[in-house]
Structures are given as C-alpha cells and as structure tokens.
Nanobody, 128 residues
Framework: QVPLVESGGGQVQAGGSLRLSCACSRCILSTFSSLDMGWFRQAPGKAREFVGSLNSGSSVTSTYVDSVKGRFTISRNNNRKMWYLQMNNLESEDTAVYYC?????????????????WGRGTQVTVSS
C-alpha cells in the first residue's frame, strides 16, 4: 500500500471544468511507475462507482465509464509522481466525492477490490 492524497475538488457550475490531482509523494519513482491507478466516485446515497483508470507500463491504456467518455481524461506525470483527472463539461450528475486508487497488476480496472491503496477523497459539486 502507498499513501495517496487527492486535491483539486471544489464547486463549479454545469459546463465548467476541474482538474483533480492524486499525489503519491512518498512513493519512490520505481514504485509509482509500476502502479495501475483508477478514479472512483461516490454520490450521496449511491454506491461507489468506477470513473476511469490508467494502467502502468510502456503501453499506457486508459478506460472510462460511458457517462464520462469524451469529457474526462486521466493522465500521469511520473517525475512528479502525480495522476490527474481532467474533467470538462461537468454535469450536475458528476457531483460526488472522488477517490483515487492504486494497485499493482490490477486484473479488472473497474473493480475497486483490486486496488489496495486509496486516498481520502475530494468533493466535487456541480451546480446547475
């Protein structure tokens, strides 16, 4: 397990943008580079849901839940040991607490059980 810290949440109007960050500042670079990561979110009264993921390795692959495709983009900066979730054209349905998660050799990127490191979450509120 590695410590993860999210930041960048806030309140924005519908149609606006936010960029969330997930820091693995206490990771050594080789550890960070080997981690698969995912973003999840949990809205009030709802179960935690998969948002998107980014695998490790030289052939980087990202996946997204259908509701955010074309609006959200995940990226990573190995030198800074950071992952990012760029969220554009936000909708009120995107309101939730957003969590980043990381794990090694994640078998199913959409399944939260395969991630063993989690941040505490950052609140995103989109007003219509």
């Amino acid at each position: 397990q590695v410590p993860l810290v999210e930041s960048g949440g806030g309140q924005v109007q519908a149609g606006g943008s936010l960029r969330l960050s997930c820091a693995c500042s206490r990771c050594i670079l080789s550890t960070f580079s080997s981690l698969d990561m995912g973003w999840f979110r949990q809205a009030p009264g709802k179960a935690r849901e998969f948002v998107g993921s980014l695998n490790s390795g030289s052939s980087v692959t990202s996946t997204y839940v259908d509701s955010v495709k074309g609006r959200f983009t995940i990226s990573r900066n190995n030198n800074r040991k950071m992952w990012y979730l760029q969220m554009n054209n936000l909708e009120s349905e995107d309101t939730a607490v957003y969590y980043c998660a990381a794990g090694r050799s994640v078998q199913d990127n959409r399944d939260s059980r395969y991630y063993d490191s989690w941040g505490r979450g950052t609140q995103v509120t989109v007003s219509s």
